[in-house]
């Protein structure tokens, strides 16, 4: 498990941008929202991340998204899911897709992902890409 504490101390090393804030902002709303396609271990850091920096000013998302999350993470039911679809899909829409990648990027760069907790390494279970190749034809000699 990780540890609020050390990603904390991670985002005071490594202060984020107003931009990057929008997007831990975002990604937090993706993970409510259950659309968020990180690993769990991912998930929890990039939830802790989002603690850590929610009240840092965004360049485009503000408070009034910040008491939204707060009020859903609390109570979370089925009215409330159709709500964080809405600004999650919205909060997407107002941040562009490459400060978005040059967000994740950066987090990647800087060790989030690897922070060490009291016994055990936080170590992203992603894999890298392979390149596709197409299958050659099976022929099968009977």
């Not at 400060?99 to 990027?105: E, I, P, R, S, Y």
Request: charged share 30%.
């Amino acid at each position: 498990m990780t540890d609020l504490t050390q990603v904390k101390a991670w985002a005071n090393e490594h202060p984020l941008e107003p931009a990057h804030v929008d997007c831990a902002t975002a990604v937090m709303l993706k993970i409510l929202d259950g659309k968020c396609k990180m690993n769990a271990i991912e998930k929890e850091v990039m939830a802790h991340l989002y603690q850590a920096v929610k009240h840092r000013p965004g360049l485009k998302i503000g408070e009034e998204m910040d008491q939204f999350i707060a009020e859903a993470v609390t109570q979370l039911d089925d009215e409330l899911r159709d709500q964080i679809y809405e600004k999650r899909v919205l909060a997407e829409t107002m941040i562009s897709r490459p400060v978005m990648k040059a967000f994740k990027a950066m987090i990647r760069q800087k060790g989030l992902f690897n922070l060490d907790t009291a016994n055990e390494k936080v170590v992203s279970k992603r894999l890298p890409r392979a390149k596709f190749k197409s299958p050659q034809p099976m022929l099968r000699s009977f």
